[in-house]
């Protein structure tokens, strides 16, 4: 009996970019860079409700579209500055198809892609 692959990646991110990298072809290779998402933030409002509303539906929006590109997650770990990756974990667990994914988390300043991908190979092995 085979032992199920499973779909690993990794995120670093801060509040307004992302690299996400997983293994190619979902297999047991090596870690790739699949994308890079961006949120610009909201832009300044002198009515304070409007601009918090606005920056946590911009920040939604940042975490859809960073797990849009994480099909079918098994394992991912979350790295980056601030406290937007527990943020990311906890939309994770919120939402349905990624409820079951095992997330954890660390701390890291600014990683370019080829430090990530070491990063997360090493955090997988």
Do not use: C
């Not at 990683?111 to 092995?125: N, Q, R, S, T, Y």
Request: without cysteine; hydrophobic residues 40%.
């Amino acid at each position: 009996m085979s032992e199920k692959i499973k779909k690993q990646f990794g995120v670093w991110m801060d509040k307004h970019h992302a690299i996400i990298a997983g293994r190619e072809s979902n297999e047991v290779g090596n870690f790739v860079i699949l994308g890079h998402v961006t949120n610009p933030g909201a832009d300044k409002n002198s009515n304070e409700n409007a601009f918090n509303n606005h920056e946590i539906a911009l920040t939604h929006k940042f975490f859809k579209a960073i797990a849009g590109i994480m099909v079918n997650i098994d394992e991912v770990h979350v790295t980056g500055t601030g406290q937007i990756q527990e943020e990311f974990i906890k939309f994770l667990a919120d939402t349905p198809q990624y409820k079951n994914a095992v997330s954890t988390e660390s701390t890291s300043n600014k990683m370019e892609e080829e430090e990530l991908i070491g990063f997360i190979a090493k955090h997988f092995h």
